[in-house]
């Protein structure tokens, strides 16, 4: 467990939910007319997913996957798998990635691949968080929230330990 003085907030939740607003405003301007499935990873993806979907004033489908993930470590793994799987059949349908952030970009590298191959139309990301500077595998999502340091960051998702997910804003701990 980490101390009061260790979480500091880096981006405060009206700032962080007028982006997520604008987010999502875009994408219903880019997906109207489209067979909409939004993804979410889970679980850091969930408070992200549940905030931008309401903001997307389309018809659209949510699906939830697990992939692996980092444990209890801060430090990525570096292979990725299925945990759990999506439930619906995507063939012909335009696929949005909602993801808490990009690290490495393991993760995502891997599941476009993935929803390409199982017959997705279109395979898009919205990541509400962006960590350019640790990239190992290249991945450029469409919709980015806040381009981010270097730095280990809880809440809104995002967990240390599997804690601090309900934080309703972004915290780096230092
Ligand atoms: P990637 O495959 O390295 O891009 O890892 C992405 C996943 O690692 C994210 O979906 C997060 O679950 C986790 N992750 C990466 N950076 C952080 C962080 O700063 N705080 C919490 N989780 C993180
Ligand atoms: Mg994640």
Not at 13 to 37: C, F, H, P, R, S
Request: charged residues 25%; negative net charge.
């Amino acid at each position: 467990m980490l101390s009061n003085d260790q979480i500091h907030v880096m981006i405060d939740q009206k700032t962080l939910e007028d982006k997520i607003a604008e987010m999502g405003a875009k994408i219903t301007e880019d997906y109207a007319g489209k067979d909409l499935v939004m993804l979410c990873v889970l679980k850091g993806g969930v408070m992200f997913m549940t905030q931008l979907a309401k903001s997307v004033k389309l018809p659209v489908e949510m699906e939830f996957m697990v992939l692996s993930s980092y444990g209890n470590k801060l430090i990525s793994s570096g292979t990725v798998s299925i945990k759990k799987d999506l439930d619906n059949d995507i063939t012909g349908k335009d696929v949005l990635i909602v993801e808490d952030i990009i690290d490495t970009g393991r993760t995502l590298s891997f599941l476009s691949s993935y929803l390409i191959n199982k017959g997705a139309s279109s395979v898009a990301i919205a990541t509400m968080l962006d960590k350019p500077s640790r990239r190992v595998v290249p991945v450029q999502p469409t919709y980015t929230g806040f381009t981010i340091e270097d730095e280990f960051v809880v809440g809104y998702g995002l967990d240390y330990a599997q804690k601090y997910r309900n934080l309703p804003y972004i915290a780096y701990i230092k």
